[in-house]
């Protein structure tokens, strides 16, 4: 299929150039091209990395291993080792592109084998000395796994409160005591990153993060727990383990003692971004499999697809992947445009983008109606990315733990940013794809975006430029307002809405926060759009479609897309069916 629809990439929503615009773009364009070939075409029969081994392994509740061998050959791990330590990342478009071909053929392969290593390795390329970091690339380029254990049942995402211990014994080494559950691939790891109470008085400097070469852990001082069953990525194996006396060295801390709740916190910055991005890829898939289902199947006198209200919602749901896209993009960007304030950024992408994600699948499931239940056609794979998107929610930090992270910084950020004509704005190149990528600069991460906002401020300097009539005019102004409003509304918050125990008054704020940054990374992708532009690239259908869509997921309005952007989108929807093109920003080909 791939090798049919190279050359058919004609059109692109929100204006995305279809050149590649720098070497490094067609450095990445070709590897993730090279990728979709070895997946191959999902429908051909005896395919081992198809649609219907991909579901029959999910019924096993196992990762794929025709697909595990296929990344393995590939070497997808270098990927997640920077190019100084001699791996392929330069940095987060480049890995989101990649990782996204993985996800649109198999989330569990791209959780399970991919970004669970990905997640465990920033932490050491953050913190790590010389020696951790290059033993840890040199695991990774052998094709080894890395677990990145956090999660206790007991405290959840409240890292500061993790239970187990790393205490010194007296002859100087580390004794671990206590459990970790629900982390991807503890049995077959290598590598471990463990986040661990290394001092026992209370405080932010009670904990650090330890790199384990599990080949070198006591058998009798290590247990693992029970692999834990889940609804969603049922072939990821999520398992447990319990140390009782464990020695570690000391050397294995990562960074100085102390300083774990810091290198997750700047960790995140990267991960919060990459691991929405790259589910995508997952509604990608699921918007292919129900247009595939709804233009064949036949329900009153005609094809699912010949109603307005099937029609309607495929548009909406393309809106929200160009919206999700969009806003990750952009994110993904400020890490080498803006890296203090990326952790902001992170934040608001991953508090948002995943219920987009989720929300978008769930409609599809509606549109296939009754046959949804089924167990025949387009059905079990559809089921299983229902199951699949679930986690993206959760996984790995939750909508209300990263609403918790933006809450603190609410009122400094409208004294110093939002009230200030002076603050400054993004570059432009953060709107434009295909920069030059510069290098990863991972010493640059800050914990707090310091009251800065350019993502935001670019929103207003944005409108002020351009012409004041038009309905691009008209959005940009009214999220502008939006942006004044949360302005007032964040200085009369008191420092008891600042936590977890906030109102839900206060974490709407932090939620319309998100909204306002999504618009203006969608706003200025268009204001930024590449001279030239043909066909709808050059039409503002796209971005007042995902700008609607996102009045409605913030809940401003609950109006159906008018008929005046649905029809031009649903248009392109079958376009890009029809060519075998992915619906997301990049367009390319795709066998999925």
């Known amino acids: 299929m791939t090798s049919q629809v190279a050359h058919d990439k004609s059109t692109v929503i929100h204006g995305k150039s279809e050149m590649a615009h720098d070497k490094s773009r067609v450095a990445y364009d070709k590897e993730a091209g090279a990728l979709?070939?070895?997946?191959?075409?999902?429908?051909?029969?005896?395919?081992?990395?198809?649609?219907?081994?991909?579901?029959?392994?999910?019924?096993?509740?196992?990762?794929?291993?025709?697909?595990?061998?296929?990344?393995?050959?590939?070497?997808?791990?270098?990927?997640?080792?920077?190019?100084?330590?001699?791996?392929?990342?330069?940095?987060?478009?480049?890995?989101?592109?990649?990782?996204?071909?993985?996800?649109?053929?198999?989330?569990?392969?791209?959780?399970?084998?991919?970004?669970?290593?990905?997640?465990?390795?920033?932490?050491?390329?953050?913190?790590?000395?010389?020696?951790?970091?290059?033993?840890?690339?040199?695991?990774?380029?052998?094709?080894?796994?890395?677990?990145?254990?956090?999660?206790?049942?007991?405290?959840g995402n409240d890292f500061s409160r993790a239970g187990l211990t790393a205490l010194p014994d007296p002859d100087g080494r580390l004794r671990l005591n206590g459990r970790k559950e629900v982390v991807a691939n503890l049995r077959r790891a290598r590598a471990v990153v463990l986040f661990a109470r290394t001092d026992p008085a209370h405080g932010s400097r009670s904990h650090s993060q330890l790199l384990l070469d599990a080949e070198y852990l006591t058998p009798r001082a290590v247990r693992h727990l029970e692999r834990y069953d889940t609804v969603g990525m049922r072939g990821v194996q999520l398992g447990g383990i319990e140390f009782t006396d464990c020695p570690a060295p000391p050397e294995s801390v990562l960074g100085r003692p102390g300083l774990g709740v810091e290198t997750a916190l700047r960790s995140f910055q990267l991960t919060r971004i990459a691991v929405p991005g790259m589910t995508v890829g997952l509604l990608d898939t699921a918007l292919r499999t129900a247009l595939r289902g709804a233009r064949a199947r036949r329900l009153y006198g005609g094809a699912v697809t010949d109603l307005p209200l099937s029609r309607s919602?495929?548009?909406?749901?393309?809106?929200?992947?160009?919206?999700?896209?969009?806003?990750?993009?952009?994110?993904?960007?400020?890490?080498?445009?803006?890296?203090?304030?990326?952790?902001?950024?992170?934040?608001?992408?991953?508090?948002?983008?995943?219920?987009?994600?989720?929300?978008?699948?769930?409609?599809?499931?509606e549109l296939l109606g009754s046959q949804f239940y089924l167990r025949a056609a387009e059905q079990p794979l559809f089921q299983k990315l229902l199951r699949d998107v679930q986690p993206s929610a959760f996984g790995h930090a939750s909508r209300v733990s990263c609403l918790s992270a933006l809450l603190p910084q609410l009122a400094p950020t409208a004294r110093r940013s939002w009230l200030r004509a002076d603050a400054a704005e993004l570059p432009e190149e953060t709107f434009r794809p295909g920069q030059p990528p510069a290098p990863v600069r991972f010493g640059d991460l800050a914990v707090t975006g310091g009251g800065r906002d350019p993502l935001a401020r670019s929103l207003t300097a944005g409108a002020a430029a351009e012409p004041a009539d038009g309905e691009v005019a008209a959005e940009a102004r009214a999220w502008c307002a939006e942006l004044d409003a949360l302005a007032t509304a964040a200085a009369d918050l008191g420092p008891h809405q600042l936590g977890a125990a906030a109102s839900p008054?206060?974490?709407?704020?932090?939620?319309?926060?998100?909204?306002?940054?999504?618009?203006?990374?969608?706003?200025?992708?268009?204001?930024?759009?590449?001279?030239?532009?043909?066909?709808?690239?050059?039409?503002?259908?796209?971005?007042?479609?995902?700008?609607?869509?996102?009045g409605a997921h913030l809940d401003r309005h609950r109006d159906p897309l008018p008929r005046a952007l649905a029809e031009p989108l649903y248009a392109e929807l079958v376009r890009r069916f029809d060519a075998g093109l992915t619906f997301d920003l990049d367009c390319r080909p795709t066998g999925a």
């Open 505 to 550: 008054y206060a974490f709407g704020l932090a939620t319309r926060w998100s909204g306002v940054l999504a618009a203006s990374a969608c706003l200025n992708t268009w204001w930024h759009r590449p001279q030239g532009a043909t066909g709808l690239a050059a039409e503002p259908a796209g971005v007042l479609a995902a700008l609607h869509r996102l």
């Open 313 to 365: 919602i495929l548009a909406e749901t393309f809106a929200d992947l160009l919206l999700a896209d969009t806003f990750t993009a952009v994110a993904a960007r400020t890490v080498r445009t803006a890296s203090a304030q990326a952790g902001v950024y992170a934040a608001a992408v991953k508090s948002f983008v995943p219920r987009v994600l989720m929300r978008a699948v769930y409609r599809l499931s």
């Open 36 to 155: 979709e070939e070895l997946f191959g075409d999902a429908e051909a029969p005896g395919n081992p990395v198809g649609r219907a081994e991909v579901v029959a392994a999910d019924e096993r509740a196992e990762m794929l291993a025709a697909g595990e061998e296929l990344l393995t050959g590939f070497g997808l791990n270098a990927h997640f080792v920077p190019e100084a330590l001699g791996g392929r990342f330069t940095g987060l478009e480049q890995l989101i592109c990649v990782m996204r071909t993985v996800y649109r053929r198999d989330p569990s392969l791209g959780l399970g084998y991919g970004a669970g290593s990905f997640m465990a390795a920033v932490n050491v390329w953050t913190a790590g000395s010389v020696a951790q970091q290059a033993w840890l690339a040199e695991r990774l380029l052998a094709g080894d796994r890395v677990a990145c254990a956090y999660h206790e049942l007991a405290h």
